[in-house]
Each structure stands twice: as structure tokens, then as C-alpha cells.
């Protein structure tokens, strides 16, 4: 079993930024890709970014590239997703996720994922 806290999320203005934090503990060491996704009111969840625990390679949706930067702290088994440039779309409650059987490589496939956390909610006002 693998438990994974995330936070970090809050109210924030459009352009600003905020950094989501997941504290992974249990069997932590067995983790291969983490994620981040998001879901907004009456929409289906949806890929942020992934990391490659090991590795660290990355992989971000196309409508973060360039604004979010995910990375990880192996000593601390916590994952982070620095948000900038925020925009009101942006707006949902965020997802931290653990792959832990599937592929190594960052996948944006949310069946690779079998532990969540239990979400933060971020705002971004217009």
C-alpha cells in the first residue's frame, strides 16, 4: 500500500502561482512514475504532468508546458507541481497519483495509476 497526501492548493489571481506538494508514504519505494492530474466541476479527469521516480524524466500536457514544472524529492519521497502564470481554466481540484505496476515511462494514461491522493483545490480568479 502506498499513501499519498497532497496539498498546497488555494485562491489565487490570474498570473499568479502556487506549489502543490505529495507526500508519499507506505511502500513509498515502490513507486515508479508519479502524476498529477486535475478535474473541474462537470468534467472528466484529466493529465497534468508525470515524473519518473527514478529517472526523473517528465511529461506535461500540452496545456501546461511551459507554465507548470512537475519534480520530486526522493529523500523525502514528496513530489511537486510549481504552478505559474495561472489561469482561470486552471481551476480544479488537483490529484496527486502513484504508479506502481505499470510502465516506467512518465504516461499521461490514467489506468497506470492504482493510488490517489485525496485532492486540493485550486481557484484562479479572473
Known amino acids: 500500500q502506498v499513501q499519498l497526501v497532497d496539498s498546497g492548493g488555494g485562491l489565487v489571481q490570474a498570473g499568479g502561482s502556487l506549489r502543490l506538494s505529495c507526500a508519499a508514504s507506505g511502500r513509498a519505494f515502490s513507486t515508479r512514475v508519479m502524476g498529477w492530474f486535475r478535474q473541474a466541476p462537470g468534467k472528466e479527469r484529466e493529465f497534468v504532468a508525470a515524473?519518473?521516480?527514478?529517472?526523473?524524466?517528465?511529461s506535461y500536457a500540452d496545456s501546461v508546458k511551459g507554465r507548470f514544472t512537475i519534480s520530486r524529492d526522493t529523500a523525502k519521497n514528496t513530489m511537486y507541481l510549481q504552478m505559474n502564470s495561472l489561469k482561470p481554466e486552471d481551476t480544479a481540484v488537483y490529484y496527486c497519483a502513484a504508479n506502481t505496476r505499470q510502465s516506467y515511462y512518465p504516461s499521461s494514461r490514467i489506468q497506470n495509476y492504482d493510488y490517489w491522493g485525496q485532492g486540493t483545490q485550486v481557484t484562479v480568479s479572473s
Open positions: 515524473i519518473s521516480w527514478s529517472g526523473g524524466g517528465t
